[in-house]
């Protein structure tokens, strides 16, 4: 059984269970119609026909998702990742040839702590006021971009970070360096936050999205 959306043919399997409700879903290009062993084909074929609206939908948002997937973003910038085992790993205009993932991801660690340091170290010696010298960690953060320990004066990023404009980078370094000074979100911080990243705003709703 095939479904056909604009120009596409997709193939439809029928997986059997002993359950009571039908479900239509998309997994790998396809689609699976879960049902009860005593549903015909041709019921399937009706259920199809109703529901196509919703299917279409739902290929839409695969498609999308897989979009996504294939590019890779690299602090606002995108690439083609291509897989070569006789190149360890080059970067030519928007393509990465590399010899595998583990080089890929050997890589990508490295230049990502190179890219945060030096954009701390910058915006560090862009303020003003007496603060302190910073540590650097990077670490994956579920719920923040940024933390700063006011304690220990370490500074932690996001790992992720690296997926967005650098412009977001900047700006998350800038807030949490405004910590040191400011230790909550009073105004007197968001007003540190402005005197050094006019455009703090831009950043933090790309971010929140």
């Known amino acids: 059984m095939t479904f056909k959306y604009n120009d596409d043919i997709y193939d439809v399997f029928i997986v059997r269970k002993n359950n009571k409700n039908t479900y239509i879903r998309i997994k790998d290009d396809n689609i699976y119609v879960t049902t009860n062993y005593f549903v015909t084909n041709r019921e399937i074929s009706k ?7 919703s299917i279409f939908r739902m290929l839409d948002l695969n498609n999308k998702k897989k979009e996504r997937e294939d590019v890779f973003s690299l ?3 995108h690439y083609d990742i291509i897989y070569d085992g006789n190149v360890k790993l080059d970067v030519y205009e928007d393509k990465i040839y590399v010899k595998d993932e583990k080089v890929f991801n050997r890589w990508l660690d490295s230049y990502i702590k190179k890219v945060y ?3 701390l170290h910058y915006w560090h010696s862009k303020f003003i006021e007496n603060i302190p010298d910073v540590n650097l960690k990077i670490r994956k953060m579920k719920t923040r971009w940024g933390v700063c ?11 992720e970070l690296y997926r967005y ?11 949490e360096l405004s910590h040191l000074l400011e230790p909550n979100h009073s105004k007197k911080f968001w007003a ?7 455009n703090y705003k831009e950043a933090r709703k790309i971010l929140k999205n």
């Open 47 to 53: 259920l199809l026909s109703k529901n196509q609206q």
């Open 165 to 175: 404009d650098v412009k977001c980078l900047d700006y998350v370094i800038v807030h």
């Open 75 to 77: 602090f606002g910038k």
């Open 149 to 159: 320990n006011t304690k220990t004066y370490n500074i932690t990023l996001n790992y």
């Open 117 to 119: 340091t030096n954009h």
């Open 192 to 198: 540190v936050v402005e005197k050094y990243y006019p």
